[in-house]
Structures are given as C-alpha cells and as structure tokens.
C-alpha cells in the first residue's frame, strides 16, 4: 500500500474512533470521508489483494451481506460494513477498520453500484431486486436497471449471481447481445428468492412489451426475456443447490424472504469455495442484523422490531410478523424519503384482525390509508403509549428507516 | 380486482345504477401509489351506498367507452410516451370525455391529456382533450405542494405532493385548477386545469387522500348531484391540517 494510503487508512480509523467515542454514531461514515479526502483512491488501495464480494438490491441487502459474510467466514477472517454504511465513504472505513483480511463482503447502495465496482474490482456481485423506493430522490426503477448493466458491461470477468425472480434484475445482469464481445462474460448464477413484489415488473425493460406471470415463471410477450432456469433455489425449509441437494436451513431470522437471503449467500460463498454443508451453521448464527429482528423484553411485553422501507418491504414484514398486536410507525424525514405516497402501493388488509396502533411523524398519512383499507386502529403519541396499550405478550413493531432509529434509541434507553 | 373488462361490459352485473370507476394502465401509469385514488373513490362511493365496479385495464386492453370515472396515474418517460400512443390508438378515452364521463389526471396522466409533452427529450402527441402544452423546466419540482382552487368548484385548498420536470402552459380553452402557495404546479404561478368534467394535476399519486372534497366533486360530476351525504373525515382533517402546519412552519 502507498505511503499516502497508510497515512490515510490510518487516520481514518482514529477518526472512526473519536466519533464513536463522542457518541456520534459508529462513526463508519465520517472515518471514510476522512480518509477519502487525504487519498481519493484510498478504496482501491484498501481494496486490493482481497477477494472481495459485493452486495446491492433495493431490499435485502443488509441482512444478505451479514449472512454471506458469515457463510465465507468458514474460510477466514472477513472485512464487512455491517452497520448498514453503504456508499463508498462507509466501504474504505470498513476495510480500513478490519486490517488485512483475505476476504471482504460489502453492502452497497445500488445507485453506488458502478462507483464500487470500479474501486474494488470484486470476484463476486449479488444482485437481489429492483423496486420503488423513495422516489422523490432516487432513481426511478428502470433508470437504476440501465444503471447496473452498463456498469457489469464493463466488467466482464466479474461473477454476477442475480435473482431470477425480478425481470429488472434478470435483464440489468444479461449483457446486451454484442457482435464481437471482447472478453465473453462470465455465466451468470441465478438464484430463485421468491418476490411478492411485481407492480414494478409489469412492464419489459428490453422492449416495453407486457410481462405475464404464471406461478413461478415469468417471460416477455414481444422479446427474449424470460424467467432464466435457476441453480439455486428456496424449497421447503432450506436450500437446493446446483448440484441438487438439499441442504436444512435453520435460521433466526423470521420470514421467507430471509431463506432467499440465505440461498443468496450459500451461493456468493460457494464462488470463494465454501461448500454448503459447511456454511448453513453458520447462518443460523446470526440472530439480528443492525438492530432489525431484535426482540427486547419491556414491561412483560416481547417486542420485536422490523424495519419496512418501501412497498416491497411492507409485503415481506406482514409476512414476518406473528399474529399479535401490531405498531406501526412513519415517519418522512431525509433518510426515509419526504414522500408518503407509497402508503397506498401497500395493502394493508394482512393486518385485519389484530390489533393495530399507530405512531410517528406522519401516523395521519398511515390513518387515512388504514380507513380506506377497512383495518381499524389506533393512533398514540409515543411508543411508552403503545406499550402500555397492548396486553402482556408480544408486540410486532413494523417501522420505516427514521421510525425504525427513533424506537430503538427508545429501547437502548430504558434496557 | 381486474377481470376481463370485455366480459364485464358484456355482462349485466353491473346495471345502471353502478358507479363504473376504470383505472388506466396500471401496468405502465402507477409509480406513487396511484391506485390510491381508485381505492378511495371506491370508499367513498361505497361509504353512500352506491355499489361500485372498479375495472383495471391494462395497456394491452381496449378501454371500455361507457364508464363513469377514469383515473390516470403517473408514470417514468418511457411508459407516459407508451401509454399516450396505445391510449391514442384505442380511441376509447377521447370517446368516453365525448359522451360526459369524468377523467381524473395526475402528474404524467395529466400531462397527455394535453396537445404534446416531452419525454426522453422527445416531443410527444398527447390525447388534446385539454387545452395545454407540457415541456420540460429548468429544475426538476420535487415537495410540498399547495394552494387556493378555482373558486368556482368550491372547494377547500389543494394539499399534496408533486415530483416532476415538466412545465405546463394553459391554453384559454381551460382554466387552472389552483393558485399555487407553495411549491411548482405548472409553473410556478397555477397548478393543475379543468374543462367540463376533466381535471388534472400535478398533486401526484394517492392525490385525493388529501383532498377528499376533491374526490367528493368527481363523485357528484359523475353521479350528477349538487350535494353527498357528509363522511366522517376526521383523519383526512388533521392530516390536511398537520400538513399546512408543517407547510407553515416551514416558511418561518
């Protein structure tokens, strides 16, 4: 590593460190801008000699990554960013903070794809799914689609294993037919998760065409694209592999988009070598990721929290959560997006039944949704009222990104 | 909830006394939880006692011609350009604003109503069923929007959200539907149009979960009444409220 890089990867820890220690957060973020500054090349320089796979979706992706870099974690020591900093500032203060490790999983942010792949040259990228998700500021659905693809055009030699269930992410991981391809892609290696999510597929992204559905298979009506055949699939309660066998998945995490994560992972592990009989013991290792999942025990009641970002992530929580009073909290400060629309994107009506209570920045916009949903609720102040509204038992918390923080500080200040 | 709509047309189920309510090509119009305005239409509708038929139709249907309400989302430049040409070709829509039924727009749903907007860079026809030009701004209009309605429909405020980049220019064949206090709207100064029973807006998505004296209007346009039973509208108050709360404490 250059005398520059040193210098720069070690400054950027203390700072880290200093902004742990100042209570600022787990200071990932600020570490890596630091460093970034004294040496703008400071990710490749980190990035280097590690074989290195990268993680991006729009759901998922924390919770993959924390697995994926369990499973590869049979091999050796791994750097991960597992507190969630996913942009580029977040990857150098990860790598730097880990030292020399042979391997490196790291979450990016989809819109940071192409930035990241450039810098650190991974062996492998998992490409999860592609759905609607705070669009007054991101980018829409098939903009990041085009996105991904001409940043994997440009990386040919890279291992692109890609979900086989989302038509935007099967099309953004074929290259586009060229005449004379330089270097011939390396195959992709699909995974089949499931999605319930599909109002953001309606429509080809090659072609324009209408998309049509029946059961498991998808496939264009005016071109080629279809539902590619996948090597690794979900089945019962664990996981096929491309050789065919089933492999029991016992996991902590809750819910069958967290098996797909884990097929997910079983398959990046698999690239650096990792048989899965040897990975699936670990994964059931991981018990929450980034607070989410927690269970806390408070005031008799167990409550377990679940962050819901975006439609999609809404359909996976309602599949999650037990039969037990519900909270819901919005919130629509910078970090979730300023737009609240999405609340009707969500069918609500899993929840009819149980009971249902409201909270946050922005519980109105979630009433009026609810009364047009026919789910009856309940509005409170603070999450102390919540509590304190439900028998003893346990309470689901379903919440968006700033929601989601503000109830865990909550939480870590009373436990 | 969608079937056939040719079956549904054919069939007596639905009879004269239902309040037909088509959402237009879900599968290329709906970005911001678009179907939110069906959905509260519906409840609204049903809240009175009318029975109700909701009918999405996809981009590679025909658009039945006798319905009561029609409702276009928004939609990314690739699909507003698609649905513009197929909703031309139909001639279904044209048809139906022809023979009185009521077509609510939103966002890139009201822009091809117009004569032409722009889409990928590209100039495109729209439906010409109302007076206006769409092109693109100088900055993309993302956030609160806000502002007086056209007294003449008597309604209370505008409250929503807009996320756009287009400007729209009102011909004098329409008028605006409001002034514009906080945000964008076509151009700064007025926010959405209306003609007859048409109305569009760049309050995007669930628009009229804000506005429900809006949605109420469209219900009375459709039905042919000057009045509706009141609705207890006591969470789409306080969010209205909370909002201009919001809207005025930001100004501060």
Known sequence: MPLRAKVASSVSRTAAALSRAAGRGDGSVIGGWIGLKIDPDLLAHLASGRAIALVSGTNGKTTTTRLTAAAVGVLGRVATNSFGANMPTGHTSALAKAGSTPYAVLEVDEHYLAQVLEATEPRVVALLNLSRDQLDRAKEVAMMAQLWRAALVRHPSIRVIANADDPMVVWAATPPATRSPQVAPAPVIWFSAGQRWHDDSWVCPECGSPIERMADQWWCTGCWLRRPEPQWVVEDDGVVDPAGDWHKVVLQLPGRVNLGNAATALAVAAEFGVRPTDAVSRLGGVASVAGRYAQVAKDGRTVRLLLAKNPASWLEAFDMAEEAPTLLSINARDPDGLDTSWLFDVDFAPLRGRQVLITGDRAYDLAVRLDVNGVPFQHVRTFTEAITSVPPGRLEVIANYTAFQDIRAELDRVN | ?252
Request: hydrophobic share 40%; proline share 6%.
């Open chain 2, 1 to 252: 909830m969608s079937t056939d709509p040719a079956y549904r047309m054919a069939g007596p189920a639905g009879g004269e006394s239902t309040l037909r309510i088509v959402w237009i090509y879900p599968d290329l119009l709906s970005t911001y939880g678009d179907r939110g305005n069906m959905l509260i239409l519906e409840r609204r509708a049903r809240l009175r006692g009318m029975p109700v038929e909701c009918i999405e139709v996809r981009s590679d249907q025909r658009l039945p011609i006798s319905a009561d309400i029609y409702l276009l989302g928004g939609g990314e430049d690739g699909p507003q350009a698609l649905g513009a040409q197929r909703l031309i070709a139909d001639g279904g829509l044209r048809r139906a604003a022809e023979q009185g039924s009521v077509v609510f727009a939103v966002c890139a749903g009201y822009q091809l109503l117009g004569g032409s907007f722009f889409a990928k860079g590209t100039k495109c026809a729209g439906l010409d069923l109302l007076d206006l030009h769409s092109d693109r701004g100088p900055s993309r209009a993302v956030g609160e929007l806000a502002g007086a309605i056209d007294p003449r429909l008597g309604l209370p405020p505008l409250s929503g959200f807009e996320n756009h980049g287009g400007r729209t220019h009102l011909g004098p064949g329409v008028s605006a539907l409001a002034r514009v206090s906080t945000g964008i709207g076509n151009d700064g100064n007025t926010e959405g149009a209306w003609r007859g029973k048409l109305l569009g807006t760049y309050s995007h998505g669930p628009a009229l979960a804000r506005n429900p004296a809006l949605a109420d209007l469209l219900l009375r346009w459709a039905i042919g009444v000057q009045q509706l039973p009141p609705l207890d509208d006591t969470w789409s108050d306080r969010l209205r409220a909370e909002r201009s709360a919001a809207l005025a404490a930001a100004r501060q």
